[in-house]
């Protein structure tokens, strides 16, 4: 199998200073946009670091919970913006403790990358990010987390991170958000609350996390040491140029905005009934 992490040329994107920051529709775009261009072998691999501020963000599975306006009126009134993401699982926090990244690869006959492969692909990425550590980095369900999920990044049971992928034909992007610092604990009560108000006792046919705010922390709380966002992104980055890679500046050129404008639209629709006011018409 091809080694992701060792000798190749990565194009980097940023949202944090661009005009895509202040919409996060426009993350989820972008992020479908490299996928497009980077599977059609119109760009090279790509390392996606998008940051968010006050976000939550839901799966589609959420918005077939039975009192699913009662849990975003509790959410608006938090205050936080909310979307619904183009990839699978539930309901995740991003805010300025947390670092969101994507990992975009192309897929070939030769080197086929399976969902198995994708997840211990990021594992492997985070475990030597932190290989300073002597905390062990573990990949089990935390049942009682947001968004729980087979490939949860833990340490000592306690949750960090999730992880999620998106595929097209020949593309994959592999995305994980994790949490640095802030008030983790605040952000888990905020999605036990969500499902609370959302589901109001009912049974359904889909499976909710009842979710404990104490299964999860941040990294900095974990490895005991002060940590940013932007540390994290830069140990990340750090992998890749002690394994040989080449890392160059992404560029936001014409054939990425037009696929960018294609998923835009596709996220706005996807959005329409949980933010009809929030966004402008698509041009």
């Given at each position: 199998?091809?080694?992701?992490?060792?000798?190749?040329?990565?194009?980097?994107?940023?949202?944090?200073?661009?005009?895509?920051?202040?919409?996060?529709?426009?993350?989820?775009?972008?992020g479908d946009a490299l996928i497009r261009l980077v599977g059609n072998a119109e760009a090279p691999a790509a390392l996606y670091f998008w940051p968010m501020e006050k976000l939550v963000i839901l799966g589609m599975m959420d918005t077939r919970l039975p009192h699913l306006e009662d849990g975003l009126r509790y959410l608006r009134?938090?205050?936080?913006?909310?979307?619904?993401?183009?990839?699978?699982?539930?309901?995740?926090?991003?805010?300025?403790?947390?670092?969101?990244?994507?990992?975009v690869l192309p897929e070939t006959e030769k080197a086929k990358l399976t969902i198995h492969d994708g997840y211990v692909l990021m594992k492997e990425l985070v475990e030597q990010a932190f290989s300073d550590s002597?905390?062990?980095?573990?990949?089990?369900?935390?049942?009682?987390?947001?968004?729980?999920?087979?490939f949860d990044l833990s340490i000592n049971g306690k949750k960090f991170a999730g992880i999620a992928q998106r595929r097209f034909k020949n593309g994959v992007?592999?995305?994980?958000?994790?949490?640095?610092?802030?008030?983790?604990e605040q952000r888990g009560e905020m999605i036990r609350r969500f499902y609370e108000e959302s589901l109001q006792g009912e049974e359904t046919r889909w499976h909710f996390p009842a979710v404990d705010?104490?299964?999860?922390?941040?990294?900095?709380?974990?490895?005991?040491?002060?940590?940013?966002?932007?540390?994290?992104?830069?140990?990340?980055?750090?992998?890749?140029?002690?394994?040989?890679?080449?890392?160059?500046?992404?560029?936001?050129?014409?054939?990425?905005?037009?696929?960018?404008?294609k998923a835009y639209t596709k996220m706005k629709k996807r959005n329409e009934k949980i933010n009809?006011?929030?966004?402008?018409?698509?041009?």
């Open positions: 199998m091809t080694n992701y992490l060792k000798n190749n040329i990565y194009h980097i994107y940023d949202t944090s200073n661009t005009a895509f920051g202040a919409d996060p529709l426009a993350h989820f775009a972008m009134n938090v205050p936080t913006d909310i979307v619904v993401r183009n990839a699978g699982g539930l309901a995740v926090v991003a805010d300025e403790g947390i670092l969101n990244f994507s990992l002597e905390q062990v980095i573990e990949a089990f369900e935390i049942s009682n987390s947001y968004c729980p999920g087979d992007a592999i995305m994980i958000y994790m949490s640095v610092n802030g008030k983790q705010p104490g299964s999860m922390a941040n990294l900095a709380e974990l490895l005991d040491k002060p940590l940013t966002v932007a540390d994290v992104k830069a140990r990340i980055l750090s992998v890749f140029t002690k394994n040989g890679n080449t890392l160059l500046p992404g560029a936001f050129n014409q054939r990425l905005m037009e696929e960018y404008e009809q006011d929030h966004y402008p018409e698509a041009d």
